[in-house]
C-alpha cells in the first residue's frame, strides 16, 4: 500500500488538526459603572515608594559594577525606566572595561542606536561598529563583493567561511577583504547586532552588553522546500531515505499536517524514532559543504536542514511513542516542510553578560539565554503624571475603518483626544497607537507621533508637553502561541492556550473615592503564554508611555485603553463621559457636538435655541429641549424666551444665553 492511500484511509478516521481561528484581545465597551469595578485597597504598591532621578542613576551604575565584580555567573537584567539613562551607564561602564584592558561586545538592535552610542561616549576612539556582509548603498561602504550570494548560502544552513575560501580564495580573505580585516581592528568596544549573540561574533570578548528587547533574534522559522528534501548522499537502504520521501510528497500536498496525524503517515512513533537514532551521515556527504565554483552556484545549493530536522523529529517521534500530547513544531505541507526553532546562545559569548531592557520579562530572558537572570530594579519615581480613561480597550480591529463600526469608535476616539487637547490647552502633544489608526485619522497623522511596536527606543516625542497612548495592542492569539513554541523550546508539554479573565487593579482610586479594577483577559492558565502576552501588550503600553519621559520631566500622559497595568498606576481614572465634561444621563459624543454648537453662539453672543439644535444637529427637539435646559441649569447660562417665527403657534421657545452676552446688550 502505497503513501497516498494510507492517507486516504486515515482521513476516514481522523479529524484535520484543530488551528485556532485568528483572534484580537476582546473589546470591552463599558464604562467606569460596569466596566470598572470596585475592589479592595491594595497592599502596599512597590511603584509608590521609588528612588528619586538621581538615585536611581546611582543604583543602575553601582549594580552593574557590584555584578562584574562578583562570583556569580548569572546574567544581570537591568530594567530601568527610559530616561534613566541606562545606555549612558553602559556606555561609561564599556569604556571602564576597555581601560582594564578587557574587550566588550555592545550588542544593539539596529545601525540608528551606533549613532546614540557614539554621541554619549567619552572616548569615541574607543569604539569601532562591526558591519555586515554588505554592497554598497548610500553612505554603507562595501564589505563584501558577494554579500547576496553569501547570505543565501548563509540561509540554506552552511558556513560563511565556506564560501569564501571557494569563492575568494585565502589569499583574499587574509589580505583583501573588508569584511575579514575586520577582525584586525584594535579598538576594544565592539558595537554589533543582536544576530551576533545566538550566532556568534569572529572575536573573543570579556563582557556582552546587550540593549533593548532581542527576544525575536532567537525566534527561528525555516521553511524547507519540497524540492530539497531528498539528500543524494544518503544510503538507500536506510529507513531515514523512504522517511525523506515520504515526508517530500506530503509536503507537496495542499493539507497541512502536523502531530501524530503526521508521524502516522511517516510510520508511526517507534519508526521514526528508531531511523532517526540509527541515522548516520558520511564524513563526505555534501551537505556539509556542497562544492561550488562560482558566487551565483550558493543560490542553488540544497538547503542542509537535515541537522535541524532530524534531533526534532526524533523528540516528537519520542513523544508519539509515550502517547504524550506535546507542542507540534513540524508542519508539512503547503509546498514547504516548516520547523519552529529557537537559536541557543553562542557557546563562544562570554560568561559575564548585562542586558537593558526597561520593560524585560525575566521569564523569558531565562528560557532563551539558557541562564538564570538576576534583575536590577533601577525605576524611579515619575515626575509627569498619567491619566487613563477605562470605557474601552480600543483594540486594533475596533480602530480600523474596514471593520464595522470601526469608523465610528475611530471618530469618536479622535473627539476625544482633540476635547482634551482644546480644554486643557496643550501647545505639543503627541499620539502614539496603531500605525493604520494613525494613518486613517488626519489630525493625528499632523501631531507628533510614533505607532507601536515602533516606538521603543525613540527620543522624538519628549518634547511633548501631552502624550496620547491609544489602545492596546496584542498580536493574534496564534503568534503568541507561535512564539511560545520557539522561545520555550525546551517545553513538551501542550500550552494552555485558555483565554480567561481576572479582576486586576488599577492601583488607583475612581471619582466615587473607591479603589478601581478591571475584568482584563490574559493567558491566565498558561505561565509560559502570559509571559509572552505581557511583553506584547503590557510592556508595549510601558514602552509607549515613557516616550513622553515622564520620570524626566512634568508632562501629562493619556492612556485610552481600559487594561490595568501594574507598572503604571494612574494617577487618575476617566471614564469617557468625563473625560468631556458631559452631564449625566446624554449621549456623550452627542453632547460633545451639542456643546461645540453652544460655544459658537456664545461667541458671538446670540440666543440658542431648540430649533438651532434641531436644525444643526441630528437630534429630535425633545432632546434638543433637554440639552438647553442643562446649560441653565448646570453650566451658568442663564434662560431667556424667543419668538416663535411668524405663523407657528404656541408660547415663546426656551433659549439660553451666555450671561455676559446679555450684559454686553445691555
Same mark, same amino acid.
Given at each position: 500500500?502505497?503513501?497516498?492511500?494510507?492517507?486516504?484511509?486515515?482521513?476516514?478516521?481522523?479529524?484535520?488538526?484543530?488551528?485556532?481561528?485568528?483572534?484580537?484581545?476582546?473589546?470591552?465597551?463599558?464604562?467606569?459603572?460596569?466596566?470598572?469595578?470596585?475592589?479592595?485597597?491594595?497592599?502596599?504598591?512597590?511603584?509608590?515608594?521609588?528612588?528619586?532621578?538621581?538615585?536611581?542613576?546611582?543604583?543602575?551604575?553601582?549594580?552593574?559594577?557590584?555584578?562584574?565584580?562578583?562570583?556569580?555567573?548569572?546574567?544581570?537584567?537591568?530594567?530601568?525606566?527610559?530616561?534613566?539613562?541606562?545606555?549612558?551607564?553602559?556606555?561609561?561602564?564599556?569604556?571602564?572595561?576597555?581601560?582594564?584592558?578587557?574587550?566588550?561586545?555592545?550588542?544593539?538592535?539596529?545601525?540608528?542606536?551606533?549613532?546614540?552610542?557614539?554621541?554619549?561616549?567619552?572616548?569615541?576612539?574607543?569604539?569601532?561598529?562591526?558591519?555586515?556582509?554588505?554592497?554598497?548603498?548610500?553612505?554603507?561602504?562595501?564589505?563584501?563583493?558577494?554579500?547576496?550570494?553569501?547570505?543565501?548560502?548563509?540561509?540554506?544552513?552552511?558556513?560563511?567561511?565556506?564560501?569564501?575560501?571557494?569563492?575568494?580564495?585565502?589569499?583574499?580573505?587574509?589580505?583583501?577583504?573588508?569584511?575579514?580585516?575586520?577582525?584586525?581592528?584594535?579598538?576594544?568596544?565592539?558595537?554589533?547586532?543582536?544576530?551576533?549573540?545566538?550566532?556568534?561574533?569572529?572575536?573573543?570578548?570579556?563582557?556582552?552588553?546587550?540593549?533593548?528587547?532581542?527576544?525575536?533574534?532567537?525566534?527561528?522559522?525555516?521553511?524547507?522546500?519540497?524540492?530539497?528534501?531528498?539528500?543524494?548522499?544518503?544510503?538507500?537502504?536506510?529507513?531515514?531515505?523512504?522517511?525523506?520521501?515520504?515526508?517530500?510528497?506530503?509536503?507537496?500536498?495542499?493539507?497541512?499536517?502536523?502531530?501524530?496525524?503526521?508521524?502516522?503517515?511517516?510510520?508511526?512513533?517507534?519508526?521514526?524514532?528508531?531511523?532517526?537514532?540509527?541515522?548516520?551521515?558520511?564524513?563526505?556527504?555534501?551537505?556539509?559543504?556542497?562544492?561550488?565554483?562560482?558566487?551565483?552556484?550558493?543560490?542553488?545549493?540544497?538547503?542542509?536542514?537535515?541537522?535541524?530536522?532530524?534531533?526534532?523529529?526524533?523528540?516528537?517521534?519520542?513523544?508519539?511513542?509515550?502517547?504524550?500530547?506535546?507542542?507540534?513544531?513540524?508542519?508539512?505541507?503547503?509546498?514547504?516542510?516548516?520547523?519552529?526553532?529557537?537559536?541557543?546562545?553562542?557557546?563562544?559569548?562570554?560568561?559575564?553578560?548585562?542586558?537593558?531592557?526597561?520593560?524585560?520579562?525575566?521569564?523569558?530572558?531565562?528560557?532563551?539565554?539558557?541562564?538564570?537572570?538576576?534583575?536590577?530594579?533601577?525605576?524611579?519615581?515619575?515626575?509627569?503624571?498619567?491619566?487613563?480613561?477605562?470605557?474601552?480597550?480600543?483594540?486594533?480591529?475596533?480602530?480600523?475603518?474596514?471593520?464595522?463600526?470601526?469608523?465610528?469608535?475611530?471618530?469618536?476616539?479622535?473627539?476625544?483626544?482633540?476635547?482634551?487637547?482644546?480644554?486643557?490647552?496643550?501647545?505639543?502633544?503627541?499620539?502614539?497607537?496603531?500605525?493604520?489608526?494613525?494613518?486613517?485619522?488626519?489630525?493625528?497623522?499632523?501631531?507628533?507621533?510614533?505607532?507601536?511596536?515602533?516606538?521603543?527606543?525613540?527620543?522624538?516625542?519628549?518634547?511633548?508637553?501631552?502624550?496620547?497612548?491609544?489602545?492596546?495592542?496584542?498580536?493574534?492569539?496564534?503568534?503568541?502561541?507561535?512564539?511560545?513554541?520557539?522561545?520555550?523550546?525546551?517545553?513538551?508539554?501542550?500550552?494552555?492556550?485558555?483565554?480567561?479573565?481576572?479582576?486586576?487593579? /488599577?492601583?488607583?482610586?475612581?471619582?466615587? &473615592?473607591?479603589?478601581? #479594577?478591571? !475584568?482584563?483577559?490574559?493567558? $491566565? %492558565?498558561?505561565?509560559? =503564554?502570559?509571559?509572552?502576552?505581557?511583553?506584547?501588550?503590557?510592556?508595549?503600553?510601558?514602552?509607549?508611555?515613557?516616550?513622553?519621559?515622564?520620570?524626566?520631566?512634568?508632562?501629562?500622559?493619556?492612556?485610552?485603553?481600559?487594561?490595568?497595568?501594574?507598572?503604571?498606576?494612574?494617577?487618575?481614572? /476617566?471614564?469617557?463621559?468625563?473625560?468631556? &465634561?458631559?452631564?449625566? #444621563?446624554? !449621549?456623550?459624543?452627542?453632547? $460633545? %457636538?451639542?456643546?461645540? =454648537?453652544?460655544?459658537?453662539?456664545?461667541?458671538?453672543?446670540?440666543?440658542?435655541?431648540?430649533?438651532?439644535?434641531?436644525?444643526?444637529?441630528?437630534?429630535?427637539?425633545?432632546?434638543?429641549?433637554?440639552?438647553?435646559?442643562?446649560?441653565?441649569?448646570?453650566?451658568?447660562?442663564?434662560?431667556?424666551?424667543?419668538?416663535?417665527?411668524?405663523?407657528?403657534?404656541?408660547?415663546?421657545?426656551?433659549?439660553?444665553?451666555?450671561?455676559?452676552?446679555?450684559?454686553?446688550?445691555?
Amino acid at each position: 500500500m502505497g503513501l497516498l492511500d494510507t492517507f486516504r484511509q486515515l482521513l476516514e478516521t481522523i479529524q484535520e488538526p484543530e488551528i485556532p481561528p485568528l483572534q484580537e484581545a476582546p473589546e470591552y465597551v463599558t464604562g467606569l459603572q460596569r466596566g470598572v469595578v470596585t475592589v479592595d485597597a491594595p497592599a502596599i504598591n512597590p511603584y509608590q515608594d521609588r528612588p528619586s532621578l538621581s538615585q536611581a542613576r546611582e543604583l543602575l551604575a553601582a549594580g552593574m559594577r557590584e555584578y562584574l565584580e562578583s562570583d556569580i555567573s548569572p546574567m544581570l537584567l537591568v530594567k530601568a525606566a527610559p530616561g534613566v539613562g541606562k545606555t549612558t551607564a553602559a556606555v561609561r561602564l564599556a569604556e571602564e572595561l576597555a581601560m582594564q584592558g578587557r574587550r566588550v561586545l555592545y550588542a544593539g538592535p539596529r545601525h540608528e542606536l551606533y549613532k546614540d552610542i557614539q554621541a554619549l561616549a567619552q572616548y569615541p576612539s574607543m569604539w569601532y561598529e562591526w558591519l555586515p556582509r554588505q554592497s554598497a548603498s548610500g553612505d554603507k561602504p562595501e564589505t563584501c563583493m558577494h554579500a547576496e550570494n553569501i547570505s543565501m548560502w548563509m540561509g540554506r544552513g552552511y558556513k560563511g567561511m565556506d564560501f569564501c575560501k571557494q569563492i575568494c580564495g585565502w589569499d583574499y580573505v587574509n589580505n583583501g577583504c573588508p569584511y575579514h580585516a575586520q577582525k584586525r581592528r584594535i579598538e576594544p568596544i565592539i558595537y554589533g547586532q543582536h544576530q551576533h549573540v545566538s550566532l556568534g561574533h569572529p572575536l573573543d570578548f570579556d563582557v556582552l552588553i546587550g540593549d533593548e528587547y532581542p527576544i525575536p533574534t532567537f525566534c527561528y522559522k525555516y521553511f524547507i522546500p519540497a524540492s530539497d528534501l531528498l539528500l543524494r548522499d544518503i544510503n538507500d537502504r536506510e529507513p531515514m531515505a523512504d522517511i525523506l520521501l515520504d515526508i517530500k510528497a506530503l509536503a507537496e500536498k495542499d493539507f497541512v499536517l502536523h502531530g501524530e496525524e503526521m508521524m502516522q503517515l511517516l510510520g508511526g512513533g517507534t519508526y521514526v524514532h528508531e531511523a532517526c537514532r540509527t541515522f548516520s551521515l558520511p564524513v563526505s556527504a555534501n551537505v556539509l559543504c556542497p562544492i561550488i565554483y562560482n558566487a551565483d552556484q550558493a543560490r542553488t545549493v540544497p538547503h542542509a536542514y537535515i541537522f535541524q530536522l532530524l534531533p526534532l523529529l526524533q523528540r516528537e517521534a519520542k513523544a508519539v511513542m509515550q502517547k504524550a500530547d506535546y507542542p507540534h513544531r513540524i508542519r508539512i505541507g503547503g509546498g514547504n516542510v516548516e520547523l519552529w526553532l529557537r537559536h541557543s546562545i553562542n557557546e563562544n559569548m562570554p560568561q559575564r553578560i548585562i542586558w537593558l531592557d526597561a520593560t524585560a520579562n525575566q521569564h523569558v530572558y531565562e528560557a532563551v539565554f539558557e541562564r538564570r537572570a538576576e534583575v536590577l530594579d533601577a525605576y524611579p519615581q515619575r515626575k509627569g503624571h498619567v491619566y487613563q480613561i477605562t470605557d474601552r480597550a480600543n483594540g486594533k480591529t475596533t480602530l480600523d475603518p474596514k471593520v464595522t463600526g470601526g469608523s465610528r469608535r475611530l471618530e469618536q476616539t479622535e473627539k476625544v483626544v482633540q476635547h482634551i487637547i482644546g480644554a486643557r490647552g496643550y501647545r505639543r502633544p503627541a499620539i502614539i497607537s496603531y500605525k493604520k489608526t494613525i494613518d486613517a485619522v488626519e489630525s493625528f497623522k499632523r501631531l507628533d507621533n510614533a505607532h507601536y511596536y515602533g516606538a521603543r527606543g525613540t527620543n522624538a516625542l519628549e518634547g511633548c508637553d501631552a502624550l496620547f497612548v491609544v489602545g492596546a495592542p496584542m498580536p493574534p492569539i496564534d503568534s503568541i502561541v507561535e512564539m511560545a513554541h520557539m522561545v520555550f523550546f525546551d517545553r513538551m508539554t501542550p500550552f494552555n492556550k485558555t483565554w480567561a479573565s481576572s479582576i486586576r487593579e /488599577y492601583n488607583c482610586r475612581g471619582s466615587d &473615592g473607591e479603589w478601581k #479594577g478591571h !475584568d482584563t483577559s490574559a493567558f $491566565l %492558565a498558561d505561565t509560559d =503564554l502570559d509571559s509572552l502576552l505581557w511583553g506584547l501588550r503590557n510592556a508595549e503600553i510601558i514602552q509607549a508611555v515613557h516616550r513622553a519621559r515622564i520620570i524626566n520631566h512634568e508632562v501629562d500622559v493619556w492612556l485610552l485603553a481600559n487594561t490595568p497595568i501594574e507598572e503604571l498606576p494612574p494617577d487618575k481614572l /476617566y471614564s469617557i463621559q468625563e473625560a468631556l &465634561g458631559a452631564p449625566e #444621563g446624554v !449621549d456623550v459624543f452627542e453632547w $460633545l %457636538a451639542f456643546w461645540q =454648537l453652544a460655544e459658537k453662539y456664545k461667541e458671538k453672543g446670540e440666543l440658542l435655541t431648540a430649533r438651532d439644535v434641531v436644525k444643526n444637529m441630528d437630534i429630535s427637539n425633545p432632546t434638543a429641549i433637554k440639552y438647553i435646559k442643562v446649560l441653565i441649569s448646570d453650566y451658568g447660562w442663564s434662560e431667556t424666551f424667543a419668538a416663535r417665527p411668524p405663523g407657528a403657534k404656541g408660547r415663546s421657545m426656551t433659549a439660553a444665553q451666555w450671561p455676559e452676552s446679555i450684559y454686553n446688550e445691555n
